[in-house]
């Protein structure tokens, strides 16, 4: 059974950081991403990497600022943000997929319940 259990949302002025965790159970090969879903809009695709090969992916919007990366030790997803933006605003949801890379939340079976993160201006 895949359980994840993400962490570390909060509120941070823009230009600020944040640091997102993403406990992972269950999970031992195929795609970890991330996306977020801002009020009144579709879930969108924030970044993914393979979870035992380490190649990455991210959205246009975010390249530069975010970095995904795997702490092995704590069989942990992090996303690192960093200079944030006021949209950046939205929940943010870890997923798991048993298959490759992929920007479309449609190829993730599996979701963690999300946290919020605002970005003040």
């Known amino acids: 059974q895949v359980q994840l259990v993400e962490s570390g949302g909060g509120l941070v002025q823009a230009g600020g950081s944040l640091t997102l965790s993403c406990s992972v159970s269950g999970f031992t090969n195929g795609a970890m991403g991330w996306f977020r879903q801002a009020p009144g809009k579709e879930r969108g695709f924030v970044a993914a990497?393979?979870?035992?090969?380490?190649?990455?992916m991210y959205a246009d919007s975010v390249k530069g600022r975010f970095t995904i990366s795997r702490d092995n030790a704590k069989n942990t997803l992090v996303l690192q943000m960093n200079n944030l933006k006021p949209e950046d605003t939205a929940v943010y949801y870890c997923a798991a997929s048993s298959r490759g890379l992929s920007q479309f939340s449609i190829g993730y079976a599996y979701w963690g319940q999300g946290t919020q993160v605002t970005v003040s201006s």
């Open positions: 990497m393979h979870w035992n090969i380490g190649s990455t």
